[in-house]
């Protein structure tokens, strides 16, 4: 590995309020050409995975009561095999379904619109929205819908689709994001935040566990990428990640096989009095709590994040959105690739003809899981001398704004050779059959360097601790 220095890295430790003589200490090499972009994708997946890497290093060190660091690495072709880990996911050969054929770009009739309906409740709404016939196949459907979008406007279709509570977003230009009131409020945000928001007790962990994150207890209600990725990483590291899903809104098999690495998966409905009291339990011995869903949708079970620091003195709550829990899309549903063509990275990575483009993986996701797993691991780290009640605070729309003004291309690629993605990936035998996976990108000495719990069927395992 050889030593290069990043100013993304910089950037994102200080937003996590790390000491900044740390960031000098990773080591950072790997292949040339990865992830190649107009933007400073490369520099993003570099610059995030190397503060999940440091605060790992600094919790363990904290842990043995001080001293040097351990050594940190990142690897860009381990980086870079990571954020696209779905792509290259094969479950006894078979490779997984990443988007549906109605989550997609449109031509309207002013512009471009981009719709998510991977899930069946999103295309269902999607389609009513429309007022199409719920019977049609999925390519008669995607011909009705193409039809149906050419003769309309693409705003009006968006707030059409979204009244109705599916997921569309028109095509804008870096500057009209600039210019639209959700876009101009993320612009007055910072990359994240990080706060003690009442007191706590002093966190007392085992010293030298074998793993930094080793007797943290994390309730993972995330869905989808980035906040899977946040728990996968926290259980590489040594957490008890235990995910909970409400059983009438399942999570796709194929998505949780490649982020239920390192983790447990059990089914609980908060609606129903046994389910809420089970959680209850699960929540009184819980160290961490990680929610993915869009802002206000877990309040009614008093799991903002406020309610939750108030009722749980020195737990670290992690909470992650699509457009920030503020302004006029705070509560609005949004997956990574909504988000990209929202605030121009579809424009600024468009073709030769004009047909809207994408970023080479959903980096905004991927970014931001591991800017949350750093969030925790701060968090601890500082409880572990000041205690406290800490709550971290990101967006995918955050990082997105981050990409496009804040980070710069690194000049020139390591030395390292051409990126071939087979030399990060490994297989293994476990529940669901041999699986081939990305390795994962995270590299402290002395930390684990795979998972030791391979994925099994979401909501398969009993809602306890470990």
């Not at 961490?288 to 903002?304: E, I, K, M, N, Q």
């Amino acid at each position: 590995m050889i030593k290069r220095a990043t100013g993304g890295t910089d950037h994102a430790w200080a937003a996590l309020g790390g000491d900044p003589a740390f960031t000098g200490a990773v080591a950072y090499g790997g292949p040339g050409g990865t992830l190649p972009s107009r933007l400073p994708v490369r520099e993003l997946a570099r610059s995030t995975v190397a503060v999940a890497s440091l605060a790992a290093a600094e919790l363990a060190a904290a842990r043995r009561g001080g001293g040097p660091l351990p050594a940190v690495r990142v690897d860009d072709g381990a980086v870079a095999t990571a954020f696209v880990s779905e792509r290259h996911l094969r479950v006894d050969g078979r490779a997984a379904t990443t988007f549906a054929p109605l989550s997609r770009f449109w031509r309207t009739r002013d512009g471009w619109l981009r719709t998510h309906a991977n899930y069946p409740h999103h295309r269902a709404r999607l389609i009513e929205a429309l007022g199409l016939p719920r019977t049609a196949d999925d390519e008669a459907l995607v011909a009705l819908v193409a039809g149906e979008l050419a003769l309309r406007d693409a705003e009006e279709l968006q707030e059409t689709v979204v009244a109705a509570g599916g997921l569309a977003v028109a095509v804008r230009s870096p500057e009209e994001w600039a210019a639209h009131p959700q876009g101009a409020a993320v612009a007055r945000r910072p990359l994240l935040t990080l706060e003690r928001v009442a007191d706590g007790p002093v966190r007392a962990l085992p010293r030298d566990p074998g793993a930094p994150a080793q007797g943290l207890r994390v309730l993972d209600l995330t869905r989808v990428i980035a906040g899977p990725v946040a728990t996968r990483t926290l259980g590489l590291l040594g957490a008890d990640v235990l995910r909970l899903d409400p059983p009438g809104l399942p999570e796709s098999q194929d998505a949780h096989n490649d982020t239920g690495f390192g983790k447990r998966s059990a089914a609980l409905d908060l609606a129903h009095r046994a389910d809420r009291a089970a959680f209850e339990e699960l929540l009184a011995r819980a160290d961490v709590v990680v929610t993915g869903y869009r802002p206000g949708a877990l309040d009614r079970f008093g799991l903002a994040p406020e309610a939750l620091a108030e009722r749980r003195p020195g737990l670290v709550v992690g909470q992650l959105s699509a457009w920030g829990a503020y302004g006029p899309w705070g509560e609005r549903r949004g997956f990574d690739s909504l988000v990209q063509v929202a605030c121009g990275i579809a424009v600024t990575e468009a073709g030769p003809d004009g047909t809207p483009g994408a970023l080479p993986a959903q980096a905004l996701d991927h970014g931001t899981g591991y800017l949350l797993a750093a969030a925790v691991l701060r968090a601890v780290t500082e409880q572990c001398t000041a205690g406290g009640t800490h709550v971290a605070r990101l967006a995918l729309a955050q990082t997105a704004a981050w990409l496009t003004s804040g980070l710069a291309h690194d000049e020139g690629d390591p030395d390292g050779g051409t990126y071939e993605p087979d030399a990060w990936l490994t297989e293994a035998r476990g529940p669901l059959g041999n699986v081939r996976y990305a390795q994962p990108p995270v590299d402290v000495e002395g930390a684990p360097r795979d998972w030791t719990r391979m994925p099994a069927r979401c909501g398969a395992d009993a809602p306890e601790w470990s």
